[in-house]
């Protein structure tokens, strides 16, 4: 007889189902060796993306120290000693004409420079390497959040495919009891070698299906190594209870707009862009400094003996003009603000289609696990009952293997649901910057900005501000006509709407051959003596009858106004006694003026 799933096979599964049904609810306690929290814990301590982060911040804070030192005095100290050969005032000889020597040089300096006054670069520096010092610092906190994150989702993969594996032995091992059952029929004469041969082949189905699993158990336990640094043994899962979670979707995106770890390093990364702003500013300045110095040395410059100097002095450099680089500069740093803060503006809404997405993704697993498990537990009874039936004769061997299958395949989707629906609730609290507080971790030191004020908490008022964009009409070329030509308006970055259009008053064309009279001559002699006056006059060189007149240029200047000193247009070229002369004929005035 084929034997019938039995009483403690049946509790067997419903009470592996109601303990997954409790670590969901948190009834699992996860807290003793091999829980979320160990495994997150180890993943944080070992996991090298940590180690990049910290060492990132460490490195950070150095340049901060290097951008305050610049407040501090530089002394430096200068020794020297060679021959020198010197050919000056100094070394010119009257008696032997030799105006050279050659002696040992040896000299000592000692120098002091202290900055007074650089146009506020220096402590724009000191800005800009705070606010990175914050972003670092913010990097930190992400970084852990998301390997948390990590941890937990190999942890659950991990879980999720042993439970999966130890339903493929168990389906294997129903097969097995089916085959063995079938083939005692067929050799009885009760039942048919056909039978024998499609049980072998879903059994064969059956034992290649453990093998992917196993594979992929395989895969997953990799996966926590190299997330963990440690092999993972005795896992336990507990679920994250609804009132550690947001209330809904909007707001679950509300929190992450303004909480989320991506959001704030974007939103540190807008200080650092206004610090910017404020140290291209720095060339409009003059850059005053006080030099202290005193030098000692012997044999210098040809002079045999020995020298002292000592000096005190206020330095005032200031560039006047370097082609337009600083006002490019100021304008560079201006649109990085705004490229920041268009950043911050991505940020904000990608977290918050992290967070709705979570949520939606959790609500359908809530969804998906009641009904998988009602469907599990059909599924149950169908194959029981097809059981007692094929053993009375009523089912075919076919349904009781379709029905086994159909249970089978019902159970790995109850269970990748189960841990689907828990891997949602630490994903959401992870798009909302919760996780580590829920699993009561601290990220490691590194995230912490002993630097930061008060006035720099990244409040939720403050994110929205730093979100607006800046609008400054100086950082904008100027235009080349403007509006009232035709010139699209400068806050307008839509110039489609103006191309064709007409401008606001319309601009007059200019002609340049006004009263213009065109001169045609017969042949090139004719042209070359109306412009040079090469001894012919210009009746003589006026064409014959129907040809038009040639009017040379220079005569027309000598038809304006009657000046006495001008000859007349017959006698060919105008000409003047002085200058004075030609500058009355042309222009009206007094030369001499």
Known sequence: MLARPTIHSTARWLLSSL???????????????????DSVRAALETNPEIGVVKHDRRAVDQELRQAR???????????????????????????????????????????????????FETQGEIERQRARVDSAARRVAEAAEFVALDAIEAHLEVMRAQRIVELNEDNVRQHESILGKVGRLEREGRGDIADVRQTEARLAEARNSLAIA??????????YIRVVGERPSDLRAQGVAPADLPADAEQAARIASTRNPTVLIAAADVDVASAELTKARAGFYPRVDLELGATAGNNIDGSTGNTADASALVVLR?????????????????????????????????????????????????????????????????????????????????????????????????????????????????????????????????????????????????????????????????????????????????????????????????????????????????????????????????????????????????????????????EGPARYEDFRSFW???????GGQ
């Open 318 to 570: 200031y560039n006047l003009f370097r082609g337009g680089a600083d006002i490019a500069r100021e304008r560079e740093a201006f649109h990085r603000i705004n490229e920041a803060r268009a950043t911050l503006a991505k940020a904000r809404r990608q977290a918050e289609e992290d967070a709705r997405t979570s949520w939606n993704a959790r609500e359908t697993a809530i969804a998906r696990v009641e009904a998988l498990r009602a469907k599990a537990e059909a599924q149950r009874r169908t194959r029981d009952a097809y059981a007692a039936q094929f053993d009375i004769g009523q089912r075919s061997l076919l349904d009781l293997l379709d029905a086994e299958n159909e249970l089978f395949l019902a159970r790995v989707a109850l269970t990748t649901a189960e841990f689907t629906e828990m891997f949602a609730g630490y994903r959401l609290l992870a798009s909302v910057g919760g996780l580590l507080e829920r699993l009561d971790l601290a990220p490691p030191r590194e995230h912490i900005d002993i630097w930061r004020t008060p006035a720099d908490d990244a409040t939720a008022e403050r994110i929205e501000e730093k979100t607006q964009e800046l609008v400054d009409p100086k950082m904008e070329p100027r235009p080349l006509r403007g509006q009232e030509a035709g010139e699209p308006p400068v806050e307008d970055y839509d110039a489609g709407p103006h191309v064709g259009a007409p401008p606001a008053e319309p601009v007059g064309r200019i002609d340049l051959h006004a009263g213009e009279t065109t001169a045609s001559y017969a042949n090139f002699a004719e042209f070359w003596n109306a412009l040079t006056g090469g001894g012919r006059t210009v009746a003589e060189a006026a064409p014959a009858a129907g040809a038009q007149e040639v009017v040379p240029a220079a005569t027309e200047v000598a038809e304006a106004p009657a000046q006495p000193q001008a000859s007349a247009a017959s």
């Open 214 to 223: 196993r594979g992929r158990l395989a895969d997953a336990i990799a996966t």
């Open 69 to 119: 030192a610049r407040l501090l005095p530089s002394i430096d100290v200068r020794a020297a000693v060679g021959p020198e050969i010197s050919h000056n005032g100094n070394t010119r000889s009257v008696s032997d004409g030799d105006d050279s020597r050659t002696l040992l040089r040896s000299e000592a300096e000692l120098s002091l420079s202290q900055l007074l006054f650089d146009g």
């Open 584 to 590: 009355k004929a042309m222009f009206g005035g007094d």
């Open 19 to 37: 303990l997954a049904s409790a670590a969901w609810l948190g009834l699992a306690d996860a807290a003793g060796a091999g829980g979320i929290t």
